[in-house]
């Protein structure tokens, strides 16, 4: 799946949750990005889940232009489906996404090619034809 990814102003935070599952404890919070689709605004509600991403978010105020990277996930509960928009990713808007870059080895100095003179001088006692 590709990345998908938004640019948009944070409208609104709502409170910090906490619970206790039997994973462990978790946290998450939610907050509303707006965002302009074609000549109109429009808002979505994404959640920032982990103590982690609830940090990322923390760095945010409300009113602040934002890239937000993000997951979609559905799941089934009672016969109805309930859809979640989870943050991996949260930047300052206008900042290009940190790819990561390939593994290049450390050149070593290039030194000039020999020439005919840097060739030892010949020896008659090698008779080695290597």
Request: hydrophobic share 35%; proline share 8%.
């Amino acid at each position: 799946m590709a990345a998908l990814e938004i640019e948009g102003r944070i409208s609104q935070k709502f409170p910090k949750q906490n619970g206790q599952s039997t994973r462990g404890a978790w946290t998450k919070q939610d907050f509303i990005l707006e965002y302009q689709d074609g000549s109109f605004p429009a808002q979505v509600c994404f959640t920032s889940f982990g103590t982690d991403k609830v940090a990322e978010l923390d760095r945010f105020q409300v009113g602040d232009e934002v890239k937000v990277s993000f997951n979609l996930r559905a799941r089934e509960y009672n016969g109805r489906w309930y859809n979640d928009v989870r943050v991996w990713r949260l930047s300052p808007a206008g900042q290009a996404a940190s790819q990561p870059q390939p593994y290049s080895a450390p050149q070593a100095p290039q030194a000039p090619a020999p020439s005919i003179d840097d060739m030892p001088a010949e020896d008659d006692s090698n008779d080695l034809p290597f």
